[in-house]
Protein backbone atom coordinates (compact mmCIF):
# COMPACT_ATOMS: atom_id res chain seq x y z
CA UNK A 1 0.00 0.00 0.00
CA UNK A 2 1.21 3.59 -0.92
CA UNK A 3 -1.02 5.63 1.55
CA UNK A 4 1.18 6.84 4.71
CA UNK A 5 0.12 6.25 8.37
CA UNK A 6 -3.11 8.56 9.26
CA UNK A 7 -1.22 10.16 12.00
CA UNK A 8 1.71 11.28 9.47
CA UNK A 9 1.47 14.47 7.77
CA UNK A 10 3.24 14.74 4.80
CA UNK A 11 5.17 17.08 3.52
CA UNK A 12 3.01 17.70 0.79
CA UNK A 13 0.16 17.88 2.75
CA UNK A 14 -0.97 21.70 2.91
CA UNK A 15 -0.84 22.12 6.28
CA UNK A 16 3.09 22.04 5.39
CA UNK A 17 3.06 24.06 2.18
CA UNK A 18 0.77 26.82 2.96
CA UNK A 19 3.23 27.58 5.85
CA UNK A 20 5.39 31.03 5.00
CA UNK A 21 9.35 31.47 4.90
CA UNK A 22 10.63 34.13 5.85
CA UNK A 23 14.34 33.81 5.19
CA UNK A 24 16.74 35.08 7.89
CA UNK A 25 19.66 35.41 5.60
CA UNK A 26 21.95 32.41 7.06
CA UNK A 27 25.36 31.32 5.62
CA UNK A 28 25.65 27.77 4.54
CA UNK A 29 28.21 26.01 6.30
CA UNK A 30 31.02 23.12 5.80
CA UNK A 31 29.64 20.24 8.18
CA UNK A 32 33.38 18.75 7.17
CA UNK A 33 35.70 19.14 9.59
CA UNK A 34 33.24 19.49 12.28
CA UNK A 35 31.65 16.57 12.38
CA UNK A 36 31.88 13.29 10.84
CA UNK A 37 30.78 13.17 7.34
CA UNK A 38 30.00 10.02 4.94
CA UNK A 39 31.20 10.54 1.03
CA UNK A 40 28.70 8.11 -0.57
CA UNK A 41 26.70 10.64 -2.19
CA UNK A 42 29.54 13.46 -2.17
CA UNK A 43 29.57 15.73 -5.15
CA UNK A 44 32.50 17.51 -7.10
CA UNK A 45 31.51 20.93 -5.59
CA UNK A 46 31.00 19.19 -1.96
CA UNK A 47 27.13 20.86 -1.86
CA UNK A 48 26.28 17.66 0.21
CA UNK A 49 28.32 18.86 3.16
CA UNK A 50 26.74 21.94 3.71
CA UNK A 51 24.15 23.17 5.67
CA UNK A 52 22.73 26.17 7.21
CA UNK A 53 24.60 27.74 10.45
CA UNK A 54 22.30 27.25 12.57
CA UNK A 55 21.41 23.89 11.71
CA UNK A 56 25.19 22.24 11.92
CA UNK A 57 25.55 24.51 15.16
CA UNK A 58 22.60 22.16 16.64
CA UNK A 59 23.97 19.28 15.23
CA UNK A 60 27.50 19.61 17.28
CA UNK A 61 25.02 19.99 20.13
CA UNK A 62 23.49 16.58 19.85
CA UNK A 63 27.02 15.24 19.02
CA UNK A 64 27.83 16.09 22.78
CA UNK A 65 24.29 14.49 23.94
CA UNK A 66 25.53 11.38 22.32
CA UNK A 67 27.39 8.60 25.15
CA UNK A 68 30.42 7.64 24.17
CA UNK A 69 30.83 5.23 21.42
CA UNK A 70 28.70 7.21 19.40
CA UNK A 71 28.98 9.79 16.24
CA UNK A 72 26.37 11.18 13.59
CA UNK A 73 27.43 10.33 10.40
CA UNK A 74 25.99 12.90 8.35
CA UNK A 75 25.40 11.23 4.65
CA UNK A 76 23.66 15.08 2.99
CA UNK A 77 22.83 17.67 3.45
CA UNK A 78 22.10 20.95 0.95
CA UNK A 79 20.82 19.57 -2.02
CA UNK A 80 20.53 21.58 -5.71
CA UNK A 81 17.02 22.17 -6.95
CA UNK A 82 17.56 20.44 -9.79
CA UNK A 83 18.94 17.57 -7.89
CA UNK A 84 15.88 17.47 -5.89
CA UNK A 85 13.52 17.44 -8.87
CA UNK A 86 15.50 14.96 -10.77
CA UNK A 87 15.07 12.63 -7.51
CA UNK A 88 11.54 13.33 -7.10
CA UNK A 89 10.59 13.01 -10.48
CA UNK A 90 12.40 9.75 -10.98
CA UNK A 91 10.84 8.28 -7.80
CA UNK A 92 7.54 9.17 -8.69
CA UNK A 93 7.57 7.28 -11.91
CA UNK A 94 8.11 4.19 -10.43
CA UNK A 95 5.01 4.47 -8.72
CA UNK A 96 2.77 2.77 -10.88
CA UNK A 97 -1.29 2.41 -11.06
CA UNK A 98 -2.13 6.20 -9.21
CA UNK A 99 -4.34 9.05 -10.45
CA UNK A 100 -1.52 11.88 -10.98
CA UNK A 101 -2.65 13.25 -7.83
CA UNK A 102 -2.11 10.36 -5.66
CA UNK A 103 1.71 9.90 -7.22
CA UNK A 104 2.05 13.52 -6.23
CA UNK A 105 1.26 12.40 -2.59
CA UNK A 106 2.97 8.82 -2.23
CA UNK A 107 6.09 10.34 -3.44
CA UNK A 108 6.51 12.78 -0.60
CA UNK A 109 6.67 9.75 1.73
CA UNK A 110 10.40 9.55 0.53
CA UNK A 111 11.54 12.52 -1.48
CA UNK A 112 10.08 16.21 -0.95
CA UNK A 113 8.54 17.90 -3.99
CA UNK A 114 10.83 20.50 -4.60
CA UNK A 115 8.67 23.83 -4.15
CA UNK A 116 8.72 22.75 -0.21
CA UNK A 117 11.93 20.98 -0.06
CA UNK A 118 13.98 21.54 2.94
CA UNK A 119 17.57 20.05 1.60
CA UNK A 120 17.31 22.74 -1.15
CA UNK A 121 17.78 25.40 2.01
CA UNK A 122 20.46 23.84 3.70
CA UNK A 123 17.61 22.78 6.26
CA UNK A 124 17.90 19.35 6.31
CA UNK A 125 19.77 16.53 6.79
CA UNK A 126 19.91 12.65 6.40
CA UNK A 127 22.18 11.25 9.42
CA UNK A 128 22.85 8.08 10.89
CA UNK A 129 25.18 6.86 13.74
CA UNK A 130 28.51 5.40 13.67
CA UNK A 131 31.12 3.76 16.34
CA UNK A 132 34.22 5.49 16.68
CA UNK A 133 35.94 3.53 13.91
CA UNK A 134 33.24 4.53 11.83
CA UNK A 135 31.21 1.52 11.59
CA UNK A 136 27.56 2.08 10.97
CA UNK A 137 25.14 0.83 13.84
CA UNK A 138 22.22 -1.14 13.00
CA UNK A 139 19.00 1.49 12.07
CA UNK A 140 16.89 -1.23 10.37
CA UNK A 141 17.08 0.14 7.06
CA UNK A 142 20.21 1.63 5.04
CA UNK A 143 19.55 5.44 4.65
CA UNK A 144 17.74 6.40 1.67
CA UNK A 145 15.86 2.85 1.71
CA UNK A 146 12.03 3.65 -0.17
CA UNK A 147 9.24 2.65 1.91
CA UNK A 148 8.94 -0.57 -1.17
CA UNK A 149 12.66 -1.14 -0.63
CA UNK A 150 12.19 -1.11 3.21
CA UNK A 151 8.76 -2.68 3.10
CA UNK A 152 7.83 0.24 5.60
CA UNK A 153 10.55 -0.30 7.94
CA UNK A 154 11.59 3.11 6.62
CA UNK A 155 9.22 4.73 9.00
CA UNK A 156 10.89 6.04 11.81
CA UNK A 157 8.54 4.22 14.37
CA UNK A 158 8.09 1.00 11.85
CA UNK A 159 6.91 -2.11 13.28
CA UNK A 160 9.10 -5.10 13.07
CA UNK A 161 12.57 -3.78 13.26
CA UNK A 162 15.16 -5.34 15.70
CA UNK A 163 15.56 -4.23 19.33
CA UNK A 164 19.00 -3.15 18.53
CA UNK A 165 17.57 -0.99 15.58
CA UNK A 166 14.69 0.49 17.52
CA UNK A 167 17.13 1.70 20.03
CA UNK A 168 19.25 3.33 17.99
CA UNK A 169 17.13 5.19 16.71
CA UNK A 170 15.43 6.17 19.81
CA UNK A 171 18.90 7.19 21.23
CA UNK A 172 19.49 9.16 17.51
CA UNK A 173 16.26 11.32 18.52
CA UNK A 174 17.38 11.75 22.12
CA UNK A 175 20.02 13.80 20.90
CA UNK A 176 18.56 15.43 17.63
CA UNK A 177 15.43 16.38 19.69
CA UNK A 178 16.54 18.58 22.19
CA UNK A 179 18.63 20.09 19.86
CA UNK A 180 15.86 21.28 18.20
CA UNK A 181 15.54 19.34 15.39
CA UNK A 182 12.78 17.08 13.96
CA UNK A 183 12.28 14.26 11.95
CA UNK A 184 10.14 13.58 9.17
CA UNK A 185 8.64 10.44 10.19
CA UNK A 186 8.57 8.34 6.89
CA UNK A 187 12.70 8.08 7.50
CA UNK A 188 14.22 7.84 10.69
CA UNK A 189 17.31 9.48 8.87
CA UNK A 190 15.94 12.67 8.18
CA UNK A 191 16.06 15.71 10.60
CA UNK A 192 15.57 19.39 10.50
CA UNK A 193 15.54 22.80 11.53
CA UNK A 194 13.72 25.88 10.61
CA UNK A 195 12.59 24.86 7.38
CA UNK A 196 8.06 24.20 6.84
CA UNK A 197 8.21 21.08 8.02
CA UNK A 198 9.87 22.17 11.22
CA UNK A 199 7.81 25.02 11.55
CA UNK A 200 4.58 22.61 11.11
CA UNK A 201 5.89 20.72 13.77
CA UNK A 202 6.53 23.11 16.67
CA UNK A 203 3.73 25.37 15.67
CA UNK A 204 6.11 28.35 14.46
CA UNK A 205 4.66 30.75 12.76
CA UNK A 206 6.76 30.59 9.50
CA UNK A 207 9.85 29.13 8.25
CA UNK A 208 13.22 30.42 9.05
CA UNK A 209 15.04 29.23 5.42
CA UNK A 210 13.96 28.95 1.66
CA UNK A 211 15.39 27.60 -1.12
CA UNK A 212 19.31 29.03 -1.16
CA UNK A 213 21.69 28.85 -4.54
CA UNK A 214 24.83 26.94 -3.50
CA UNK A 215 27.95 28.79 -4.55
CA UNK A 216 31.57 27.23 -3.77
Given amino acids: MWQSS ?15 VRECGEPLADVRGRLRVDSRLADEQGAYAHLREGVLRRLEQAQGLLPDGYHLL ?15 DEYRATLTGLTPAESYVAASRYVSPVEVAPHTAGAAVDLTLCSPDGTEYDM ?21 ISDDARAHRKLLAAA ?7 NYPT ?19 HALYGP ?4 V
Fill in 6 to 20: NDVVLISDPRVTSIP
Fill in 140 to 160: GTQVNDNPEQSDGACYTAAPG
Fill in 74 to 88: IVEGYRPVATQRRIF
Fill in 176 to 182: LEPAGLV
Fill in 187 to 205: EWWHWSYGDRYWAMSTQAE
Fill in 212 to 215: VEFT
